[in-house]
C-alpha cells in the first residue's frame, strides 16, 4: 500500500524525529512516493525564522505507520 492519506505516521526529517498525519501521499516524478505531513507539533528549523507545520517525505524517511 502506497497511499498513507489519513493515517499517522512517524519519520525522520533532513535528522529530525516528527509525527503527524498524512494530508497527501502522491507518486512523485521518477516514480518515488511523497506523502505530505500535517505535524502534530510544530518543528523549528534552524534555518528558518518560521515554525514549521507541514514537511514532506518520501518513503524512506518514515518509520512507523500508525491507524
Not at 516514480?31 to 528558518?48: M, Y
Amino acid at each position: 500500500m502506497w497511499n498513507y492519506e489519513g493515517l499517522r505516521v512517524s519519520g525522520d526529517y533532513l535528522g529530525f524525529p516528527v509525527t503527524g498525519v498524512v494530508n497527501l501521499s502522491r507518486v512523485a516524478f521518477g516514480g518515488d512516493i511523497k506523502h505530505t505531513v500535517v505535524l502534530d507539533e510544530q518543528l523549528q528549523l534552524p534555518w528558518r525564522n518560521e515554525l514549521t507545520d507541514c514537511v514532506i517525505l518520501s518513503m524512506k524517511e518514515i518509520t512507523r505507520v500508525m491507524s
